[in-house]
């Protein structure tokens, strides 16, 4: 099994994940890391046993000897470090979300198929079996004709950098200069791009949406506390044959649950729930339909059946997440992966509509969406070891 060699850029919080991830995948091996923070970065280097270990992004994406980079940084360098692997002759995998606006990921995707090496986003829950079981069921008809679902995130009081405070999460999160936006891009990314991936990702027409920043922090309203982005994002979108999409994602609101995500359809539905498997929670899916004059509901337990699947159809082990399809792509493991920068590409469409929705006051087309997105990329940024100029 040919052997990928990784490095990341960015060693704060989410690199953590990466790392746990590949230790598990064993023919990925990370070689070097990159972070302005030296601190962060030598204490990073040292839990992992790193050595090669860089300040300016510049000097590690010279070498030869990588394959890939890993983009562990804030909303609004994504596209600018994105681009600069990819142009260092590097493959690609970036987190979430592509982007801080869709113009931004529009121009990573339209490069990325130009440059013959493979860009990948972190879109978590796609890869979850419960995911890949309903994205059968509806391509096999089992639902009939699909024509509503709804994507929901709840914190109900975790604003990364407020209530979740320093140095877990930095106050970067909350501005507008580095992330951008707020819940619906942080977490609705994930919850939105699960459900378009189980309705085969269709075509989006029109949105319309609110934003909101309500909830104090310590008794005086967040923006004094420096939140510059949305703590809710609400949006109900329509895409074609008549297919709708409601979506809430919040960070904070005064409410203790919000119901599950679903799609239902006229032959049946599907509920994204949870099942306990050996005392920990797993996705699994509830299917609802009818068997003449009875209503039936149907448990079908993605969470368990996937360990099944493990040992009957080991190549399956490829697609535990999306980290592990990547590189077993890479490797020639495998010969297809999903798509995940068009996913990706294809979240951000809608909840930018969103967004320019609520500053609208009114709803927006998707050819809307596309004309008036602008970029908020970093195109300089100083540091102390100099500024880095991104040119695109």
């Known amino acids: 099994m040919k052997e990928v060699r990784v490095a990341l850029i960015g060693t704060g919080v989410i690199s953590h994940q990466h790392m746990e991830r590949y230790s598990n995948i064993p023919n990925a091996k990370v070689v070097a890391a990159c972070d302005i923070d030296k601190a962060k970065l030598e204490a990073w280097g040292e839990k992992y046993q790193i050595k090669e270990l860089y300040t300016d992004y510049r000097e590690m994406l010279k070498r030869d ?58 879109l978590d829950m796609m890869f979850y079996p419960q995911s890949r079981v309903a994205r059968k069921m509806v391509e096999d008809g089992e639902l009939g004709h699909v024509y509503h679902a709804r994507s929901i995130g709840l914190r109900r009081r975790m604003r990364p950098g407020l209530d979740v405070p320093p140095p877990m999460f930095s106050r970067d999160f909350i501005t507008k200069k580095w992330a951008g936006h707020g819940a619906l891009y942080d977490m609705g990314v994930y919850h939105i791009s699960q459900l378009l991936y189980i309705l085969g990702t269709p075509k989006l027409e029109r949105v319309t949406g609110h934003t909101y920043q309500e909830i104090s922090y310590n008794g005086k309203p967040a923006a004094e506390a420096g939140m510059e982005v949305e703590e809710l994002g609400v949006g109900f979108a329509t895409y074609e044959n008549g297919l709708t999409l409601d979506v809430i994602e919040s960070w904070a609101i005064h409410m203790d649950e919000l119901g599950p995500a679903f799609l239902v359809g006229s032959k049946g539905g599907l509920r994204l729930t949870e099942e306990k498997v ?83 006051g009114r709803e927006i087309r998707v050819d809307e969406i596309e004309a008036l997105s602008q970029s908020t990329a970093i195109r300089e940024q100083e540091t102390e070891w100099g500024t880095f100029r991104y040119d695109f």
């Not at 983009?71 to 970036?94: Q, T």
């Not at 159809?313 to 590189?327: E, G, H, T, V």
Request: some cysteine.
């Open 65 to 122: 000897d990588i394959d890939a980079v890993d983009v562990c940084l804030h909303n609004n360098l994504h596209v600018p470090m994105a681009l600069e692997v990819l142009k260092a002759g590097k493959h690609c995998y970036c987190e979430k979300p592509m982007a801080a606006s869709y113009a931004d990921a529009k121009l990573l995707y339209d490069f990325a198929k130009t440059c013959d090496k493979e860009l990948s986003v972190h």
């Open 278 to 360: 050996f005392g920990r929670s797993a996705p699994s899916l509830k299917f609802l339909t009818t068997k003449g004059t009875a209503d039936v509901d149907i448990d079908l337990k993605t969470g368990s059946n996937a360990m099944t699947e493990g040992f009957l159809d080991p190549p399956s082990r490829f697609y535990a997440n999306d980290q592990a399809c990547w590189i077993a792509y890479l490797s020639g493991e495998l010969k297809e992966r999903y798509d995940t920068a068009w996913l990706a590409l294809q979240t951000m469409l809608v909840s930018e509509g969103i967004f320019l929705s609520s500053e609208l």
